[in-house]
């Protein structure tokens, strides 16, 4: 019964994660990136990648939105921090005006728009890494789905290996390339499993309510207005008055809001009607002070500055949701933990990729000529796992080699990302796999380790600029991009060698029939 047991964990493990590895693959190194979600979005803006934090912002801010959009219904202003660069405006139109909504990027001391080239920076990759960028339900319905089962694989690669602490000191390098890459799966899987069910687990909590949204109905039934007022603090706009009134000072709400959340600072200020008498300010706290992000709002009356509401997020099933959601964002990190966390998603992202190839080695010993599924799967392991790399490396550069005044210059780079990846998918169709395979890790390795160069010839935001001025968060992205160019050019060596080992290895001997 045990040996039985054992065995379907292994069938389960190894065809389960098959099928979604590719799509974990992508969510995982995606996912890593965001933990440097606003470093990149500042290296992708040359042109200010300086921190201009300022206690003027939301006065600012304000000011500038009553010249560049007096007649809007909603202003939400998204304030600067130590890491983030700019004040992030969004605009939201009446009926009958456009554009509908607008996004203005502002600078922080004075509300100047920011003069820095178009770009979706870090976010880009952030969004990708639970939505696919792909329109509506489908991708989150996907990412949600491939979270599930890759908790089913940790379960079952915990029963598989019940000598756990034994296979992570088991590692054997020169005993065959098979129980090379076993142990390398094995290693990383129980170094860093902690983490890996922890990410897992919370990563399942933003989107829960998409996922199972039955409690939701049965409290709330079709009044979603009542649900975002209860649970995440945002109430529906009033109506307006129609009458002219001004808009009350912001400093005294944002001074009101610190002292009652004990130096917490405002992250997001939401002003429904500006000059209007039925004005209201919603301050919003930000989430980068603390670990369990419970929704902490406090709304004003716009025109007399008097407190109308105040949430604190209070309740066991809010506290639950919120520390979830806090763990898994790691929005209150500082550096060394970012660092930290970036390391095990990376070596999530590897566990992953070692058992895709460690899947594909171990079928092709025991096919005298390889299948077409096979092939498929060896080519959809270099898709994901080399085509992914190339194409992120081709969304860096198009931000240094797109004209900086191109409108559309955005969606250009984010084209540039897709069709690198479409070329990286159709390429072992025109080339081999096994082809292919030494091809585009030669390719990127040349993309990443060449990075930092072409920026440097492209931009002041170099490693000369960067490490001078002690810009260590801008500084890490090339200095990552030099890490992978080596370590994919390890990769491409390393496969030269064995492909020229099964080239040269002799043929087995066979009797010669007489003539």
Same mark, same amino acid.
């Given at each position: 019964m045990n040996g039985s047991f054992r065995l379907s964990m292994t069938w389960l493990h190894n065809w389960g994660g098959l099928v979604v590895g590719w799509l !974990? +693959?992508?969510? +995982? !190194?995606?996912?890593?990136?965001?933990? /440097? $979600? +606003?470093?990149? %979005? $500042?290296?992708?803006?040359?042109?200010? @990648?300086? &921190? /201009? #934090?300022? *206690?003027?912002?939301?006065? &600012?801010? @304000?000011?500038? !939105? =009553?010249?560049?959009? *007096?007649?809007?219904? $909603?202003?939400? @202003?998204?304030? *600067? #921090?130590?890491?983030r660069t700019a004040t992030q405006v969004y605009v939201y139109n009446p009926p009958g005006i456009q554009p509908a909504f607008r996004k203005l990027w502002l600078e922080p001391d004075d509300g100047r728009p920011v003069q820095a080239r178009a770009t979706f920076g870090g976010d880009f990759l952030y969004y990708f890494h639970f939505d696919l960028r792909v329109p509506g339900l489908v991708g989150r319905y996907l990412i949600g789905a491939a979270g599930v089962a890759l908790l089913v694989a940790l379960i079952t690669g915990f029963v598989i290996h019940r000598r756990v602490f034994w296979d992570f000191f088991a590692f054997r390098p020169g005993r065959s390339r098979t129980r090379l890459w076993m142990d390398v799966h094995n290693a990383l899987g129980i170094i860093v499993l902690p983490y890996h069910a922890l990410i897992t687990v919370t990563g399942l909590v933003p989107l829960m309510l998409l996922y199972m949204p039955w409690g939701l109905q049965a409290a709330f039934g079709d009044?979603?207005?009542?649900f975002n007022t209860a649970v995440y603090a945002e109430p529906p706009p009033p109506p307006p008055a129609g009458r002219a009134a001004p808009l009350t000072a912001i400093e005294p709400l944002l001074a009101e809001a610190v002292r009652r959340w004990d130096g917490g600072r405002p992250g997001w200020i939401i002003i429904d009607n500006p000059g209007d008498a039925a004005a209201t300010i919603l !301050?919003?706290? %930000?989430?980068?002070?603390?670990?369990?992000?419970r929704p902490q709002a406090i709304l004003f009356d716009g025109t007399t500055g008097a407190v109308r509401?105040? =949430?604190e997020g209070t309740g066991g099933a809010a506290a639950t949701r919120a520390g979830a959601y806090g763990l898994h964002m790691m929005r209150f990190a500082d550096t060394p933990l970012r660092l930290a966390m970036i390391l095990c998603g990376l070596a999530g992202t590897a566990m992953i990729g070692t058992g895709q190839v460690y899947w594909i080695i171990k079928r092709r010993k025991r096919e005298a000529a390889p299948s077409f599924g096979l092939r498929l799967a060896d080519g959809a392991n270099l898709a994901v796992m080399v085509g992914l790399p190339i194409a992120i490396a081709a969304y860096f550069w198009a931000n240094r080699l797109l004209p900086t005044g191109l409108a559309g210059r955005e969606t250009s780079e984010a084209l540039a990302f897709f069709a690198a990846w479409l070329l990286a998918a159709l390429h072992p169709a025109l080339r081999g796999v096994q082809r292919a395979w030494s091809e585009q890790l030669v390719a990127a390795a040349l993309l990443w380790a060449a990075l930092p160069l072409m920026n440097a010839l492209t931009s002041q935001a170099h490693l000369g600029v960067t490490l001078a001025r002690g810009l260590w968060g801008i500084a890490g992205i090339d200095l990552t991009a030099l890490a992978t160019g080596a370590l994919f050019g390890l990769l491409a060596w390393r496969h030269f060698r064995a492909a020229h080992r099964r080239v040269d290895r002799p043929l087995p001997s066979a009797s010669v029939p007489a003539p």
């Open positions: !974990l +693959f992508c969510v +995982f !190194l995606t996912g890593t990136t965001a933990y /440097a $979600r +606003f470093e990149i %979005t $500042r290296w992708m803006q040359p042109e200010r @990648i300086e &921190a /201009a #934090d300022s *206690p003027n912002a939301a006065a &600012a801010a @304000i000011a500038s !939105l =009553w010249r560049e959009a *007096p007649q809007a219904r $909603r202003w939400l @202003i998204t304030m *600067p #921090d130590e890491r009044r979603p207005a009542a !301050l919003k706290r %930000t989430d980068s002070d603390r670990v369990v992000i509401t105040v =949430w």
